[in-house]
């Protein structure tokens, strides 16, 4: 790491590269990462002395807030649809309803699609709440159906817990899901200033103490990992309302200008590329034996890159690798239908069909025997995670980046062990901030999609037309060869 002057980080060493297609970005407070191979072990470097100038910078941000708003927001608690005294907005809490609302119109109650039930999804009436003195109201207009939202509905997860980490039943709290969201502010709070009713944005489904304008921040939100705040929600996921309805209140602080009249289809997906950008972040970041290219944080440089499958994720990696990172190795993408395979190729990638044909003999064959470098596991496959042992080569990196793996016998470890990998589990978008107190991650990732380095367009073949068809997107449509992406546009 770069020495401090004074305690602090010079302006150089943290500033984030927000619009450098080539480098890594450094987010505010995110410092090199490090790896004790074979220990498991990832600990964050931390300056000997004194606070990082990012911390203090994010610390800024929220006494900005602060001050703006007159007091703390209180941490919010996640109740299912927000209906406890709250309404189904999910902003910070005030002491009154509406209170510190701007250009006031009274509200009737919203459409939401409500998953009662594993399974099973009732269009109903919610409160709708106007935002607090930090807050905006957003009227949604369009949400992308993520692998998360599939597994939630079929019951395969449930990630709104209590205190001691046990899921909620969604017969005792319901939930509103969708997190990858696009939409128009219709109100703002009395604090708010960088937002006006009218202009288009995306949102940050991320709640952490930047949003909740809670100072000191917590260890995680301090180093720029927000994804991991000690108070960490998510609206459409941990139980706050998400975008499965016609209005959603966040911090302001969570919602991201969309400059240009981008398809809003198009400006949801700024979300599943986030998770690509802040994913990248930490491979980038990671002190191993294989590099993207060189001088990028390891030794040699990688020939070969596996990733498994060619769903959004997987062709979001492909475009990010080569448009983004520069990576002019072999890039061999495993998938099983025919028209992901052909995107793929399309955006730089050669591809085989597992089901026809065995990737480790085509690793093997087109790597010379040497194996791939670097593995990404983007489908959350079972079987794909039981070969990732014989697709790598010894001291590889390999990135999970798909869940579930149903299935997969646990030997698959130990196997894995033996190769002495450097193993990265990168999760989310969230991650550090803008000296406006923005999500840096959501930022970049709108700015690629803007300037059209990453073509999101071409993933989406599913548009449905209203929340009404919400349970039959959700319900198996997803398992159509064709079927790439979906995005509810309303």
């Known amino acids: 790491m770069a020495a401090a002057r004074n305690g602090r980080l010079d302006e150089g060493q943290w500033r984030g590269h927000l619009c450098d297609d080539r480098e890594p970005i450094r987010y505010a407070g995110v410092g090199p990462l490090h790896r004790q191979t074979g220990t498991g072990v990832c600990p964050r470097l931390r300056l000997a002395q004194g606070p990082s100038l990012a911390a203090d910078r994010c610390e800024r941000a929220a006494a900005a807030r602060l001050r703006a708003g007159g007091r703390e927001a209180a941490p919010h608690r996640a109740h299912g649809l927000g209906l406890r005294g709250r309404g189904a907005g999910g902003g910070a809490e005030h002491d009154s309803v509406g209170a510190g609302a701007r250009n006031d119109l009274p509200r009737p109650a919203l459409k939401a699609a409500v998953l009662v039930d594993i399974g099973r999804i009732e269009l109903r009436d919610v409160p709708c709440v106007d935002p607090g003195p930090g807050d905006v109201l957003v009227r949604v207009t369009a949400v992308g159906l993520c692998g998360t939202d599939f597994h939630i509905f079929a019951g395969h997860a449930n990630y709104h817990c209590d205190e001691r980490g046990r899921p909620i039943p969604l017969a005792r709290e319901p939930q509103i899901l969708g997190h990858e969201i696009a939409g128009v502010v219709e109100a703002v709070g009395v604090s708010v200033s960088h937002l006006r009713p009218g202009e288009r944005v995306v949102v940050d489904q991320g709640r952490n103490c930047v949003s909740a304008a809670r100072s000191p921040l917590c260890e995680y939100c301090a180093s720029g990992d927000s994804h991991q705040c000690e108070s960490y929600s ?15 209140t966040i911090p302001a602080v969570n919602a991201v200008r969309v400059e240009s009249d981008r398809d809003p289809a198009v400006a949801a997906l700024t979300e599943p590329l986030g998770c690509v ?6 491979l980038t970041g990671t002190p191993a034996r294989y590099a993207l290219r060189d001088g990028g944080g390891g030794g040699e440089r990688a020939r070969c890159v596996v990733i498994c499958g060619a769903g959004p994720a997987g062709l979001l990696w492909v475009q990010y690798l080569r448009n983004i990172l ?19 190729e399309r955006f730089g990638a050669e591809t085989l069909d597992p089901t026809a044909t065995d990737p480790v003999e085509v690793v093997h064959e087109r790597t010379q025997g040497r194996r791939a470098e670097l593995l990404i596991e983007a489908t959350g496959s079972g079987p794909a995670f039981a070969a990732i042992p014989r697709l790598v080569r010894k001291q590889a990196t390999i990135l999970l980046y798909g869940h579930g793996h149903t299935g997969v016998d646990l030997s698959v470890l130990s196997q ?26 959501y930022v970049r990732a709108l700015d690629l999609i803007e300037r059209g380095k990453v073509d999101v367009r071409s993933l989406i073949t599913h548009r449905h037309p209203s929340l009404d068809s919400i349970a039959r997107a959700l319900s198996g449509e997803h398992g159509a060869p064709e079927y790439v992406k979906g995005v509810v546009v309303l």
């Open 326 to 344: 520069g990576f002019d190795g072999l890039l061999l993408v495993t998938e099983p239908s025919a028209g992901k395979r052909a995107l793929a």
């Open 277 to 282: 950008v802040h994913s990248a972040h930490v």
């Open 416 to 441: 894995l062990q033996f190769l002495e990998p450097t193993l990265l589990t990168p999760v989310g978008a969230s991650g550090g901030f803008t000296d406006d107190g923005r999500p840096a991650t």
């Open 234 to 248: 998510e609206h459409g996921i941990t139980g706050l309302p998400g975008g499965f309805a016609e209005y959603l």
